[in-house]
């Protein structure tokens, strides 16, 4: 059942404004990830704000506070608005960001982007391997197609910064895929470990590694990082491990409604990028401005500080660690949003997360994937 804002009867302590700003442009994507944020149902959406209704986003953000302009999807560069959002980022003062797969991108439209005064771009990567990341990204052109843009934008004076999402497929292959950006020069490189909500959930048999792959994985990178730092090699390799192998949940958005502000392509403000699965009614830009979405909704009120927990978390002399770990994971595993995260291992629901690294250990049991597409969402939007 969802709620309301008209719920809200508690006095609390003032909130500081979003620190950082994520505006998903668009679910579009000619890219296919088995492990993508997005909703499973994303193709039911909404339509796509209007690069007015953006830019009045960004505005309304900014004079809140915000500094960090993130922009990403689905795949960002389909909107081709692109550079005109950027530059009007860039005049509110952002400090820019683009999130892409780098297809869609060219020497020209970096220039552009360049021209926007756009500060930073990320490329995201499958896999080391041409034949692996293309079968993960549904297209047999992805990865030329990514190496020439990751140099691209390089050659037009942008640090270069990749991320490689690793799982049971390409995780034996970390030191390849070290090489790689060793290769192309890479400056920052975020290996992160698939986290399974959305449809990595979906595909969380097939996706996620074992223990054994994983401390291989965090092994090989800390000695690349030894020896690059002794050759003298300035590139920094961050290694994010998945929560399936921690005792304890990470803090949700670093504290739900903190620092993070979610904008999908309809306009739904979240605090989180996955957080629209929870049963709760968002609000929307195009209903309210965004301070009072910020300080008065229920959304981003509810899971603000501790009042909301129930035991184990409630008497837990760990709260403040964590604020009781990620309402997706416990509403996708315990199937209640204010539930202790499965992950820690004081939830009566940590049995789930042990099954999971189990099923991860049986050999053999490669479940089909299911692709992130429009066809496959409209399934899942028809329930
Ligand atoms: S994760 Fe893959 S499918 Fe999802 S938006 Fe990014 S490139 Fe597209
Ligand atoms: S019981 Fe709750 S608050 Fe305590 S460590 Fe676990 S998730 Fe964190």
């Known amino acids: 059942m969802s709620r309301t804002g008209s719920e809200l009867t508690d006095v609390r302590p003032v909130q500081g404004p979003p620190f950082w700003l994520l505006a998903e442009l ?20 909404g339509e796509e704000l209007t690069t007015e209704q953006w830019v009045e986003v960004f505005r309304q953000a900014r004079k809140m506070g915000a500094a960090q302009l993130g922009f990403s999807g689905g795949e960002p560069l389909v909107r081709r608005d692109l550079e005109q959002l950027i530059a009007e980022g860039r005049k509110l003062g952002y400090y820019t960001n683009l999130i892409t797969s780098g297809i869609g991108l060219n020497a020209d439209r970096i220039a552009a982007f360049r021209e926007a005064g756009l500060d930073h771009i990320q490329i ?9 990341n293309n079968m993960l990204a549904g297209s047999d052109k992805a990865f030329r197609q990514k190496l020439k843009m990751a140099r691209e ?9 990749l991320n490689f999402v690793t799982h049971k497929h390409n995780i034996d292959h970390i030191d390849r895929i070290i090489e790689l950006c060793v290769e192309l020069e890479a400056d920052f490189v975020e290996l992160a470990t698939c986290q399974y909500y959305g449809w ?8 996620l590694p074992t223990r054994a792959q994983l401390e291989r994985a965090e092994r090989v990178t800390n ?13 920094k390799l961050i290694f994010v491990t998945p929560d399936y192998y921690e005792e304890r949940p990470k803090k949700c958005m670093n504290g739900w409604g903190e620092i993070f502000l979610t904008i999908t392509p309809d306009g739904t403000a979240l605090p989180c990028h996955s957080a629209r699965m ?34 184990p978390c409630r008497s837990c002399d760990e709260r403040e660690n964590d604020l009781g770990g990620c309402r997706c994971q416990a509403y996708l595993l315990a199937g209640d949003m204010n539930a202790a995260d499965p992950v820690c291992s004081k939830s009566p629901h940590h049995h789930k997360i042990l099954a999971a690294r189990e099923a991860a250990e049986k050999a053999g049991s490669d479940p ?16």
């Open 124 to 132: 995201s990567f499958q896999a080391s391997d041409e034949t692996v």
């Open 223 to 235: 000695e690349y990082r030894e020896k690059l730092a002794a050759e003298g090699n300035p590139i």
């Open 153 to 161: 934008v390089k050659a037009q004076g942008y640090p270069m910064v």
């Open 26 to 45: 668009t679910y579009k994507c000619p890219l296919q990830c088995p492990y993508c944020s997005n909703p499973l149902d994303f193709a039911g959406h």
């Open 200 to 207: 990595a959930h979906e595909n969380r048999d097939s996706l």
């Open 278 to 311: 929870l049963p709760i009614d968002f609000p929307n830009v195009k209903d309210s401005n965004l301070t009072h979405i910020w300080h008065d909704s229920f959304g981003f009120n509810h899971f603000r500080g501790d009042d909301w927990m129930q035991e």
């Open 368 to 383: 089909s994937i299911t692709y992130r597409n429009e066809r496959n969402s409209r399934i899942f939007a028809r329930g």
